[in-house]
């Protein structure tokens, strides 16, 4: 293959040509998702991992499905990747470092998306987008899952940054209790093993992270009836504060 007229061209237009065919459509941040429930595809059988989820519904049925690609608008010649080792390795730079990979609350992907990849294509990545349910009922879906991703990121070790969307909740009316958490207050509820914290001892053992970025994504809920409920009210208040600060400092990072 090194002998082809593609080969033989200019880096500078065999990157021109690589643009072409994998058009991302301007989409730098490529979604990762679960495939429906009933809609996996035959034809993906061989290529793509298999594995089991539980629906977010509230019935929580289990369903075999694989990933896909969840962006509108990109069109990637992948059979180009398979033509030669040359060919994978240029392209394979294209699709994988340039762009940031999101899987949503579909964690459940992010193990066997990047376990059907060669090494040297998962050492490209270097950016994910995750995101962290809430840590109580009816949120509090995803412990094991959350584990399992942190688990196998930490095992990984490529990922420099990590793009971290955080549930949280705002009441409708005002509540007796803290309102929002200092870092130092944090430290303390992760000291004592608070279980609305319980998810961070995952996150704080994945290795090689260079950069963290948190995002809220706050939603109204019913006013907090519970002690666990006002910790969650006061947490999710807290998010671009002082759970940012917590957070980057327990990992070591510049805040």
């Known amino acids: 293959m090194g002998g082809s007229p593609l080969m033989r061209a200019p880096v500078e237009v065999r990157m021109m040509i690589y643009d072409y065919l994998f058009d991302d459509g301007g989409n730098k941040q490529l979604c990762i998702r679960n495939g429906n429930a009933g809609k996996l595809p035959k034809a993906e059988h061989r290529r793509r991992s298999r594995y ?12 075999d499905t694989t990933y ?11 059979a180009l990747m398979r033509a030669s080792r040359a060919l994978y390795e240029e392209t394979s730079y294209v699709l994988y470092r340039g762009h940031t990979f999101d899987f949503g609350s579909d964690i459940e992907a992010v193990e066997p998306f990047l376990s ?11 950016e994910i987008s995750l995101y962290k349910r809430g840590p109580v009922p009816p949120y509090d879906n995803d412990r094991s899952e959350w584990r399992n991703v942190c688990r ?3 095992e990984q070790g490529s990922i420099r940054k990590l793009r971290l969307v955080v549930q949280g909740g705002r009441p409708s009316t005002t509540w007796d209790g803290p309102k929002e958490f200092t870092a130092a207050d944090l430290k303390l509820l992760f000291d004592i093993k608070h279980e609305s914290l319980d ?19 706050v939603h109204y809920c019913p006013p907090p009836s519970s002690t666990n409920m006002i910790i969650f009210a006061a947490l999710s208040a807290s998010i671009e504060r002082g759970l940012t600060e917590f957070l980057k400092t327990q990992l070591c990072l510049s805040y």
């Open 52 to 63: 089991f989820v539980l629906d977010k519904t509230f019935h929580r049925r289990c369903y």
């Open 68 to 78: 896909r690609l969840d962006n509108e608008g990109t069109s990637f010649c992948t």
């Open 116 to 126: 059907d990849l060669t090494p040297s294509s998962r050492q490209l990545i270097r």
């Open 152 to 154: 196998f990121l930490q």
């Open 199 to 217: 998810w961070v001892e995952g996150l704080l053992h994945i290795r090689g992270l260079e950069e963290l970025e948190i995002l809220p994504d």
